[in-house]
């Protein structure tokens, strides 16, 4: 029964590949079929362009559709996880920060030593996912937070070097953004003999697969050694997905959705769903470039298919998340209390690295002979103030924001990064600057508040089916997060003039920031955190329970509609004025907490306080660590932040 839904399969990919060949050709089929079978019969344009072209991208396009979908679900049941994926484990990121280096700094090794270059960083950060999640605990949530962690901290990385070699950064984005295009069987070639170990999996996983669905102890008893089974299938699953990687880019989604299409269409047994999934995949990115190249041909410009995959493979992660979550979906990840009562030592102590960062931003610059203590002049006052108001004014700001959302979420992982809330003003910015013709014409809070407001609203209508439950809440975050970062990939991909201004704004730098903005950005904060503290109570009775709140005679939908447009503000003003900056939302709330700030107030205050030291000091670093040159605040504090997570994580396992 299972070889006809094969056979079928096969034959809609036939189909596809027809149709997809006619979307960007003149040629009739009789001849597409007879250059297919002799392509030394080409002699017009529009031949050699078929050969050399259309060809070669529709078998690439099969190749790393079969091989994605095969490593989706080799790894999702391995980790018995449907959320699983290149992803969502990291391995995408880790691939791509290393490809970034070897382009960069060791070009001689990009063509024998890419793949291999690719596995090492995509088996560095699942090793991280590892070290956070656990390998018992490879299930539901917390792998799909501790990936979405992973990929901020590698893609900041990854985004600072582009910035010190602006030279590279058009090529690398467009093969950022997962680009299928092809110019002659090279990359084919060089690919298909590297996805051979596909081979080796459908023959030696499915007896694996099928013992460890017993559980460890289980299949301990079998006769099967876990760990070493475990750990070499996802080696070569690994290996199949730096090899894609390499030749095309990344692309998202097609890992993820395929294993879970198998199921849905009838595959039960491990083989089935690895053959399935295989076919599946080759389908679906088949029909997502298919539809990248009509785009490109209708709007006239280059829309990579990873950006296509992202479109449609977002919503189904959406769609998915709507279904009832298993116990072990709904699992967050364990992070310590920390004190029952507010720290007054503790509190001081930040108080005095905030000061101290004030003085160091203001005296501490690096002149001629390295690093001096300098009264600054009026000139250089004029620069340093506006960047050192700012950068306190976004840490209060991002600070603020994760208190309010982690409160009504009633989830210490939600933070404006996560759910999306940052992308959606980012993008708004972005798009709105493409529209106009210059992006930094559309950098104004009223553009990045409508941006952060749509994510937001969608986020309550989603929320809305699931009761707000708290995973489907971050989840379908994730998920828009996911869709719109590869929609600002596909604009940095183009090459415009305001590629370069765009990338430095994306790393959350304030170099470009004057006194009327930072002025006005220190009145905003100010006002709404005003307005928050005058809001402390519902955020109170909402922490306790919307029916508690409900029953003291608060209207739970209003009081979440208001304070969610507060948050929304927040992130307008930051972004639009200083880029996206990740990880101040998520760490500085939870710092708070750590400190013993239980009640809101407290919170409030220790949070923001936390969040302007973070800022400062990340600002600070950046401007004289690799003097001339500087680092974004933003790009250091994705570093301190994960790495403070990474901590906590490494530190609750051993608690």
């Not at 280059?302 to 298993?326: E, M, N």
């Not at 590629?499 to 709404?528: K, N």
């Not at 005058?534 to 029953?551: D, E, H, P, Q, Y």
């Amino acid at each position: 029964m299972r070889i006809q839904h094969y056979l079928g399969y096969l034959a809609l990919i036939v189909l596809l590949s027809v149709l997809s060949l006619q979307i960007d050709t003149d040629l009739p089929f009789s001849a597409q079929w007879q250059l297919a079978l002799d392509p030394d019969v080409a002699s017009e344009f529009s031949d050699v362009f078929f050969v050399q072209a259309q060809l070669p991208r529709l078998c690439i396009t099969l190749l790393v559709g079969a091989m994605l979908g095969l490593t989706g679900s080799l790894m999702q049941q391995l980790t018995q996880n449907n959320l699983t994926s290149p992803l969502t484990l990291g391995t995408s990121s880790g691939a791509w920060l290393v490809l970034v280096i070897v382009n960069i700094w060791f070009v001689d090794w990009v063509a024998d030593y890419s793949a291999l270059a690719a596995m090492v960083g995509a088996l560095v950060a699942f090793g991280l996912i590892v070290s956070i999640a656990g390998v018992r605990n490879m299930t539901g949530l917390p792998l799909v937070v501790s990936g979405m962690v992973i990929n901020i901290l590698l893609g900041s990385v990854a985004t600072a070097i582009i910035i010190l070699n602006a030279q590279f950064a058009q090529n690398i984005f467009m093969w950022g953004a997962g680009n299928l295009t092809q110019y002659s069987w090279e990359w084919f070639e060089w690919l298909l003999p590297r996805t051979a170990v596909a081979v080796i999996i459908i023959a030696v996983a499915p007896r694996i697969l099928t013992v460890l669905k017993l559980g460890q102890e289980g299949a301990t008893a079998r006769g099967l050694s876990v760990m070493p089974a475990f750990g070499g299938l996802m080696l070569l699953g690994i290996w199949l997905v730096s090899a894609s990687i390499t030749a095309v880019g990344i692309i998202s989604f097609i890992g993820l959705l395929t294993p879970n299409i198998a199921r849905a269409m009838g595959a039960r047994t491990p083989r089935d769903e690895l053959i399935s999934s295989l076919l599946l995949g080759a389908v679906l990115l088949l029909i997502t470039d298919s539809a990248a190249i009509f785009l490109s041909l209708w709007l006239e410009e280059t829309i990579p298919s990873g950006v296509a995959a992202a479109a449609i493979g977002a919503p189904a992660l959406i769609w998915f998340t709507r279904k009832k979550l298993t116990a072990t979906d709904q699992l967050n990840l364990s992070m310590s209390q920390g004190k029952t009562h507010l720290s007054k030592l503790a509190v001081w102590g930040f108080v005095a690295m905030a000061v101290i960062g004030v003085f160091a931003y203001a005296f501490i610059t690096h002149g001629a002979n390295g690093i001096q203590f300098a009264v600054p002049g009026e000139f250089q006052w004029q620069l340093r103030w506006p960047r050192m108001v700012t950068a306190l004014s976004v840490g209060i700001a991002l600070s603020i924001a994760g208190i309010i959302l982690q409160r009504i979420v009633y989830n210490p992982l939600a933070s404006p990064d996560i759910l999306g809330v940052s992308s959606g003003a980012t993008f708004a910015i972005i798009i709105t600057g493409v529209m106009v013709g210059s992006v930094l014409a559309a950098f104004n809070w009223g553009i990045a508040f409508l941006g952060s407001m749509i994510v937001l609203m969608l986020l309550l209508v989603i929320g809305k089916r699931s009761h707000f439950n708290p995973s489907n809440f971050v989840l379908s975050g994730i998920a828009l997060t996911a869709l719109l970062e590869a929609l600002v990939q596909f604009a940095l991909a183009q090459g415009s003039g305001d590629s370069y201004e765009i990338l430095l704004w994306l790393t959350g730098s304030t170099y470009r920031v004057t006194g009327t903005t930072a002025l006005f950005l220190l009145l905003a904060v100010l006002l709404l955190l005003v307005g928050v503290f005058a809001m402390s109570r519902w955020l109170t009775l909402i922490s306790i329970g919307r029916a508690f709140s409900n029953a003291r005679g608060l209207n739970p939908s209003s009081a979440n509609t208001i304070m969610l447009t507060v948050v929304a503000l927040l992130c307008a003003f930051s972004t639009a004025t200083v880029g996206p900056i990740s990880f101040v939302g998520l760490v500085a709330p939870h710092m708070a907490m750590m400190l013993g700030a239980r009640r809101i107030k407290e919170q409030l205050v220790v949070g923001s306080l936390v969040g302007a030291t973070l800022m400062i000091w990340a600002d600070w670093v950046g401007q004289i660590a690799i003097y001339p040159s500087q680092i974004a605040a933003g790009t250091l504090v994705a570093i301190i932040g994960s790495t403070y997570f990474l901590f906590l994580m490494l530190k609750s396992k051993f608690n």
